[in-house]
């Protein structure tokens, strides 16, 4: 079974711009998770989408934005980049969130490397 | 706030030493510890303990929890140089507002 990918794998912008990331989860997984890793603050979690619904949110400002489409595949969109959105994004997937029959258990893509200049 | 504290933060040893690794953590509504390795890229799921006292063990890497004390240890035996990464901890906290919070890693470096 395919992992997950995301797309694309490096990006780099400008202050003020915006962006969107895409994660194709492994297939058969309807769960989708979405993470923000730097040096200074570890992995923090910024929302998970399940049939099409953001299920759950972290501490992020509206700037952070997503969207899941009917086949799982979601994306991640963040607008007026600042200098601190410089990160790995990671995308994480499970069948479905735990309590809808699902595990606790994601599994991770590469990520996507964000660079705001 | 949910919060995941590991320690050490780094860690360097020699080939064929053992290593702890530890994970404590304050979270409303507990529902299960996750141990990922994180390499260069993307984390890589190791164990996922829910149960109190029960090992779960995978080769020369074995994991218990004690959900009393709110800790969760993770042992390395005869460590190899490919055990050199970030190992991280998370917690899944349940209720309505159910996550995974991480910890901030333990870099461990293993010398040949």
């Known amino acids: 079974k395919a992992g997950v990918t995301q797309t694309p794998r490096y990006l780099i912008k400008t202050r003020g711009q915006q962006v969107t990331l895409s994660c194709s989860p492994i297939?058969?997984?309807?769960?989708v998770s979405w993470y923000q890793q730097t040096p200074g603050q570890g992995l923090q979690f910024l929302f998970e989408?399940?049939?099409?619904?953001?299920?759950n949110k972290g501490n992020f400002p509206g700037r952070f934005s997503g969207r899941q489409f009917s086949n799982s595949r979601s994306e991640m969109n963040v607008s007026t980049l600042e200098l601190g959105d410089s990160a790995l994004y990671l995308c994480?997937?499970?069948?479905?969130?735990?309590?809808?029959?699902?595990?606790?258990?994601?599994?991770f893509g590469p990520g996507t490397r964000l660079t705001v200049l | 706030e949910d919060k995941v504290v590991q320690s050490p933060l780094s860690l360097v040893v020699h080939e064929g030493d053992t290593v702890t690794l530890n994970c404590s953590y304050e979270v409303t509504n507990f529902r299960s510890l996750l141990w990922y390795k994180q390499e260069k890229k993307a984390p890589t799921f190791l164990f996922m303990l829910t149960s109190s006292g029960i090992e779960k063990k995978s080769g020369r890497l074995s994991s218990i929890l004690d959900k009393k004390e709110l800790f969760s240890i993770l042992n390395i035996t005869a460590t190899q140089t490919g055990d050199s990464a970030v190992y991280l901890c998370a917690v899944y906290s349940g209720g309505s507002n159910y996550k995974l919070t991480f910890g901030k890693g333990t870099l461990l470096t293993v010398n040949p």
């Open positions: 989408y399940f049939s099409e619904t953001q299920r």
């Open positions: 297939s058969g997984h309807r769960s």
């Open positions: 994480a997937s499970r069948p479905a969130p735990a309590g809808g029959g699902g595990t606790d258990t994601q599994y």
